[in-house]
T-cell receptor, first 111, second 112 residues
Framework: GDSVTQMEGPVTLSEEAFLTINCTYTATGYPSLFWYVQYPGEGLQLLLK?????DKGSNKGFEATYRKETTSFHLEKGSVQVSDSAVYFC??????????FGKGTRLSVIA | EAQVTQNPRYLITVTGKKLTVTCSQNMNHEYMSWYRQDPGLGLRQIYYSMNVEVTDKGDVPEGYKVSRKEKRNFPLILESPSPNQTSLYFCASSFSDSYEQYFGPGTRLTVT
């Protein structure tokens, strides 16, 4: 079945550092890919999305590119802030099943 | 304001005492779902509902029940809670043809 694998955390970075969180997927067909973010004490919220190969999703300075050849959707940000500290979930939607989530990666940004 | 609400937000109970966690959404979404979140295991889906009176099992349905009598509500029922159901629970909803799920704030359940 469909699955998502993302790098284990926690990831600890200094403010203004470059962030990469790796995500790879296994799916039949051509899924849509997403990153959700969970801030402390809150539910998940959609951060960005890409619905077809080579699409780049972006929001709040975060970016991710849908790479079909490597089945990847890595999350990047050029300069993280303390307010970016959260848990990040990679997810896929193949249309005939509910969203499939990765296990989440906790990011801590220190000043 | 468009939102998903859950009650209670925190609950401590004892083994075997039946409980219900309520979930309500005001966005007229067809699809609703329950997840549990545990350290190292991420989010796991318990049950989901594609519409009123239509429910289906997710990845970890054992020990849980749900019902969908109205479009806006999707309660999670634990008939006989056990300590391994101690977890953080999230309700979510979306339109049936949409990938964007809206999550509630979570319910932290402790079963002693």
């Amino acid at each position: 079945g469909d699955s998502v694998t993302q790098m284990e955390g926690p990831v600890t970075l200094s403010e203004e550092a470059f962030l990469t969180i790796n995500c790879t997927y296994t799916a039949t067909g051509y899924p849509s890919l997403f990153w959700y973010v969970q801030y402390p004490g809150e539910g998940l919220q959609l951060l960005l999305k890409a619905t077809k190969a080579d699409d780049k999703g972006s929001n709040k300075g975060f970016e991710a590119t849908y790479r079909k050849e490597t089945t990847s959707f890595h999350l990047e940000k050029g300069s993280v802030q303390v307010s970016d500290s959260a848990v990040y979930f990679c997810a896929l939607f193949s249309g005939n099943t509910p969203l499939v989530f990765g296990k989440g990666t906790r990011l801590s940004v220190i000043a | 304001e468009a939102q998903v609400t859950q009650n209670p937000r925190y609950l401590i109970t004892v083994t075997g005492k039946k409980l219900t966690v309520t979930c309500s959404q005001n966005m007229n979404h067809e699809y609703m779902s329950w997840y549990r979140q545990d350290p190292g295991l991420g989010l796991r889906q318990i049950y989901y509902s594609m519409n009123v009176e239509v429910t289906d099992k997710g990845d970890v349905p054992e020990g849980y029940k749900v019902s969908r009598k109205e479009k806006r509500n999707f309660p999670l029922i634990l008939e006989s809670p056990s300590p391994n159901q101690t977890s953080l629970y999230f309700c979510a909803s979306s339109f049936s043809d949409s990938y964007e799920q809206y999550f509630g704030p979570g319910t932290r359940l402790t079963v002693t």
